[in-house]
């Protein structure tokens, strides 16, 4: 069963004008929703061509951490740097010692010393024997010279037929045989100082050796390492005393000339980016604003570090981002060195939409036409009931519920 519900309006006041303080009070209501109208649909349209025109993205300081380390085990003996010195290139930064290189060192420095010592006696002995040699070689000097000397007499013999010719025959059969032992003599006195001279050589060659084993660390298990490059020195992780194994960085070299920033930009804006643009930076620890140069896009999206995940959804399991490679430029020597490794900085660029004042004329005017249409509405409603809001006349339709 429905019921109905009947409003009795008199002729009299149903026809009765309305005053002017309310007719007043209407035309503002429908000032004020129209101006709430227009500024709602500018605000609409203001959000689109903001989001639209501006690009923020964050991002990373990057650049060369070249690390420094040995490349054989060692012991650190003496650590020259610390973090966040400034090293220039083939600094001393570290002193080593490799026991065990140190211990082979040892024995082999050892033997080296006692094959000096023998080459030394070797020598010695060389000495010995090449002046026996020449001591013999002299005697057989004397020798040829006497029978020399009797050869002639006996010629002067033969000659007068005092002495048979066989006795001269002798004599100087006896003058070569002494030649030749002359001269095996001189060969064998020439082998003993030739022997001498090896001997000699072969002492100066391990003296040499020697020195060159005292006057190399490296050698003996003692290095040093050098700084390859200019920078600074971060994230220190060895002490000294300690063992370093081969190639376990100690710490890494840092060079401020060579950061740039890595930026993670949203995929949706990579078609609106141009290699070679330019974008505002700011980087956390340095005041003011720098410039930079889009480098080039890395070929793959990835997530973001974990340093700059604040929300669940910057993570890359939830979404990935565009990397790019961005030159920080204009950059003075005092600033370089504010820049620290995997500073956060962001990057951001204004960027006037192409619209042509044709086109912002009729955006304008369509935008008018739907408030002025809505504002129309709400006034013709209010002319055809002629009641307040709410109100209802006898010729109404009926309600759901009446």
């Known amino acids: 069963m429905r019921f109905r519900r009947t409003v009795i309006v008199s002729k009299s006041a149903a026809t009765k004008p309305k005053p002017a303080t309310q007719g007043a009070r209407a035309a503002s209501r429908r000032s004020g929703r129209k101006l709430y109208l227009f500024g709602f649909g500018m605000l609409i349209v203001a959000a689109g061509v903001v989001n639209h025109a501006w690009?923020?993205?964050?991002?990373?300081?990057?650049?060369?951490?070249?690390?420094?380390?040995?490349?054989?085990?060692?012991?650190?003996?003496?650590?020259?740097?610390?973090?966040?010195?400034?090293?220039?290139?083939?600094?001393r930064v570290a002193e080593f010692s490799n026991e065990a290189t140190a211990e082979a060192a040892e024995q082999q420095l050892q033997q080296l010393i006692l094959q000096l010592q023998q080459a030394e006696s070797q020598t010695k002995v060389a000495d010995a024997q090449a002046a026996a040699a020449q001591k013999l070689v002299e005697a057989q000097e004397a020798t040829v010279a006497q029978l020399a000397k009797v050869s002639q007499a006996y010629d002067v013999l033969v000659k007068s037929d005092s002495v048979a010719a066989l006795a001269g025959e002798n004599a100087k059969a006896a003058l070569a045989r002494a030649k030749s032992e002359e001269a095996a003599a001189e060969f064998v006195y020439q082998t003993q100082v030739?022997?001498?001279?090896?001997?000699?050589?072969?002492?100066?060659?391990?003296?040499?050796?020697?020195?060159?084993?005292?006057?190399?660390?490296?050698?003996?298990?003692?290095?040093?390492?050098?700084?390859?490059?200019?920078?600074?020195?971060?994230?220190?992780?060895?002490?000294?005393?300690?063992?370093?194994?081969?190639?376990?960085p100690m710490f890494h070299i840092f060079d401020p000339e060579q950061a740039y920033a890595i930026v993670f930009f949203d995929p949706g804006d990579r078609a609106r980016i141009a290699v070679g643009e330019r974008f505002d930076v700011r980087v956390s620890g340095v005041a003011g604003q720098l410039a930079g140069r889009v480098a080039g896009f890395y070929p793959e999206l990835s997530g973001m570090p974990t340093s700059?995940?604040?929300?669940?959804?910057?993570?890359?399991?939830?979404?990935?981002?565009?990397?790019?490679?961005?030159?920080?430029?204009?950059?003075?020597?005092?600033?370089?060195?504010?820049?620290?490794?995997?500073?956060?900085?962001?990057?951001?660029?204004?960027?006037?939409?192409?619209?042509?004042?044709?086109?912002?004329?009729?955006?304008?005017?369509?935008?008018?036409?739907?408030?002025?249409?809505?504002?129309?509405?709400?006034?013709?409603?209010?002319?055809?009931?002629?009641?307040?809001?709410?109100?209802?006349?006898?010729?109404?339709?009926?309600?759901?519920?009446?």
Request: glycine letters at 6%; one cysteine or more.
């Open 55 to 91: 690009i923020r993205a964050d991002g990373i300081v990057a650049g060369d951490l070249t690390s420094v380390s040995p490349i054989v085990q060692a012991r650190l003996k003496e650590l020259l740097v610390h973090c966040l010195d400034h090293v220039k290139q083939g600094q």
């Open 194 to 248: 030739e022997q001498r001279a090896k001997a000699e050589s072969d002492a100066e060659i391990l003296r040499q050796r020697i020195a060159s084993f005292k006057n190399a660390p490296e050698l003996t298990g003692d290095f040093s390492l050098m700084a390859p490059n200019d920078g600074i020195v971060t994230d220190c992780t060895a002490h000294v005393g300690e063992v370093v194994p081969a190639h376990s």
């Open 308 to 402: 700059l995940t604040r929300y669940f959804w910057q993570q890359e399991r939830w979404s990935q981002y565009a990397p790019a490679r961005v030159e920080i430029e204009e950059l003075s020597a005092a600033e370089r060195l504010r820049l620290s490794a995997w500073a956060q900085l962001s990057v951001s660029r204004w960027e006037w939409p192409q619209v042509t004042c044709a086109q912002c004329v009729q955006l304008f005017e369509t935008t008018w036409q739907w408030i002025g249409h809505q504002a129309g509405r709400g006034a013709e409603t209010a002319a055809t009931t002629g009641s307040p809001r709410g109100a209802k006349s006898l010729n109404d339709p009926p309600g759901p519920y009446e």
